[in-house]
Every structure is written in structure tokens, then in C-alpha cells.
């Protein structure tokens, strides 16, 4: 028989009325993002992606939700009988979170990539962690189902520590990636700070960037303290073992809700109002013309979904604000 140990079981009511708590966040926060999205318009590339990969990962936590839900229903008819679910349940269970892991590693990457202008030879190593983990998630779930089905403890235990080394790729891509976004942040702090006069709009921008590596931080936190509490082999683990694939959804949908409402540099500094920009010399960095500088900053954090006409006009409104305050005219 498989290692009864590492199949799932039906969560006490608490937690599953906590999975249906964060569910429900979830849901809410999936209904704006997919609002917003539609009603931008599916001209763009960028923005088609970004509703479906939200409607896939929305899809793989709302499974893993109603099934916990008929488990803890067939529980509740059964109360003398302790309840396992199905190969093909178990298998679920375990693995479908697994969507949800690849695909948030893959927006954690893409928004780092972003920042950095698309380039960069230190993506190579998150991309090979990135691939591996899919390639792990796949041979899990082929061993966790003949482990089920056919009753091999070798299969069934081999998919558990295939498991952990998922997770051991899945925190090494989110490490990569939120060390390379507080460097480009910091990087465009200073950038900032010395090329801008106009300190509402830096301050706005740093919050836009902020925002992806406090939340970057904040996201690898959860896994860590996930998977020090299933090395302790704490009660607690149920609970984060249960919830985490809805914190998983939870984290790039509010990504998606940012880039869509346009919470970018490019977008704050072409809002109305004076301002002035001077270049004295940055260690580290080449001022660039306005142009230039804008066409930088427009990648920097939500890489507009807007059509090529927005930018036109965004660097048309720019020019005319700098040309009004140029002193020699």
C-alpha cells in the first residue's frame, strides 16, 4: 500500500471554512482583474495572455476547492468512518496546486524580465528552475497516480519526495526573481531621484515598484514558512498545505490588476503638470534623452496593454511639457 502518510485527507471544518474564506477573496479579486481586462479590449497580445492564464489558474483553485468541499460533504454523511479520497482525488489534490505554482513562477519571471528591459544572461538560471519544476510537477503526478492505482509504495513515495523538490525549485525561482525586481528597483530609485524634480511622481513610481517586491517578499515568506512547517511535520501544515493554492492565485491575479490599471512609470509621469528634469552625472548610469528615458520607464513596471497609440501620445504630451518649460524658447 502507498504511504498512507503523504496521501491527502479530509481537513477539519476550520480549515476548509478558511479555504472557502480565501476562495472567496479570490473570486472577488478574479471578477475585477477580469473586468478590467475585458474592458480594455482583447487587441493586445499581452492582455490575452494575462486572462488566460488568470482564467486557468482561477480554474485550478476553484477544483481544488469543490473538491475539498465533496470530501468534507461525503466526511460529514460518514462520521464513524474516516473518508480517503480516490486515486484519481488524491491525485488531484496533490497535483493540481501544481498549475497554479508553474504559472505564478512564470508571472514572478515575466515581471522581473519586464523590468529588465527583456534581457539578461542572469535569467538563464531561474528558466532551468522554472522548466524543472515543470518537468517534476509532471513526473509527480505520473508516479502519484500508479502509486494510487496500483498499490506501489516505491511509485507513491518516490512522488512525495518528487514533491519536495518541486517546491524546492518553485522557492529558488521566486528567490531569483524577487532578488533581480529589489535590484532593478533600486537601480531606478536612484535613477529617479536624480534625473526628476518632480518628487510626487517619483514617489508614485516607487510605489508601483514597491509594491512588486514587498509582495515578491512577502510571497516567498509563505513558501518558506510552508515548507519549514512540513519539515517539522507541524499540525499547522494543514492549514498552508490546504490554503496555498489559493494564496498562489491570489498573488499574480494582483499582479494583473496592477499592469491592467496601468500603474506604471510611463503612465504617472505623462499626467498633467510641470516637470522638469535635469542630468547630473549617476554612477552606474547613461541619462538618456526624454524619449528614451520614456520608452525605459514604460517597461518598467506594467508593460502597457494599451495599443501603440497610447505611447504615441503619452510621448507627444511629454514633449510638449518639455518644450514648454525649455528656458531658450
Not at 508553474?102 to 508571472?107: G, N, Q, W
Not at 511535520?233 to 490599471?261: E, H
Not at 508593460?303 to 511639457?321: A, K
Amino acid at each position: 500500500m502507498p504511504n498512507v502518510a503523504m496521501a491527502p485527507f479530509v481537513p477539519p471544518l476550520g480549515v476548509e471554512l478558511c479555504e472557502t474564506f480565501l476562495f472567496g477573496v479570490y473570486s472577488a479579486l478574479f471578477a475585477f482583474s477580469t473586468f478590467l481586462m475585458l474592458r480594455k479590449g482583447l487587441s493586445n497580445r499581452t492582455t490575452n495572455a494575462m486572462l488566460v492564464v488568470s482564467v486557468v489558474m482561477y480554474g485550478a483553485a476553484a477544483t481544488h476547492w469543490a473538491l475539498e468541499i465533496a470530501l468534507t460533504i461525503r466526511q460529514s454523511t460518514h462520521s464513524k468512518v474516516h473518508v480517503m479520497p480516490t486515486p484519481s482525488e488524491s491525485v488531484a489534490l496533490i497535483y493540481v496546486p501544481a498549475i497554479n505554482f508553474f504559472l505564478s513562477d512564470s508571472i514572478v519571471l515575466w515581471r522581473a524580465w519586464v523590468l529588465w528591459n527583456r534581457r539578461s544572461m542572469w535569467f538563464i538560471p531561474p528558466l532551468i528552475f522554472l522548466f524543472s519544476t515543470l518537468v517534476f510537477s509532471v513526473a509527480g503526478l505520473v508516479l502519484a497516480y500508479e502509486g494510487f492505482t496500483t498499490h506501489s509504495a516505491y511509485k507513491a513515495n518516490m512522488s512525495y519526495i518528487l514533491k519536495w523538490i518541486l517546491w524546492g525549485f518553485t522557492i529558488s525561482t521566486n528567490l531569483w526573481a524577487t532578488c533581480l525586481i529589489f535590484i532593478r528597483a533600486w537601480q531606478h530609485r536612484r535613477s529617479l531621484h536624480s534625473q526628476f524634480s518632480n518628487k510626487s511622481a517619483t514617489s508614485k513610481t516607487e510605489s508601483a515598484l514597491a509594491f512588486l517586491v514587498e509582495s515578491g517578499a512577502l510571497y516567498l515568506c509563505l513558501w518558506l514558512t510552508f515548507v519549514i512547517l512540513a519539515a517539522l511535520k507541524s499540525p499547522a501544515v494543514l492549514l498552508f498545505r490546504t490554503n496555498i493554492v489559493q494564496l498562489v492565485g491570489i498573488y499574480p491575479t494582483a499582479i494583473f490588476t496592477v499592469v491592467t490599471m496601468q500603474m506604471s512609470a510611463a503612465d504617472i509621469l505623462t499626467r498633467p503638470g510641470p516637470q522638469t528634469l535635469h542630468h547630473p552625472p549617476v554612477v552606474g548610469f547613461v541619462p538618456l534623452p526624454p524619449t528614451a528615458q520614456l520608452s525605459t520607464l514604460t517597461t518598467m513596471v506594467g508593460n502597457s496593454s494599451d495599443s501603440d497609440s497610447f505611447i504615441g501620445s503619452c510621448e507627444d504630451r511629454l514633449t510638449r511639457t518639455l518644450a514648454s518649460s525649455d528656458p531658450e524658447k
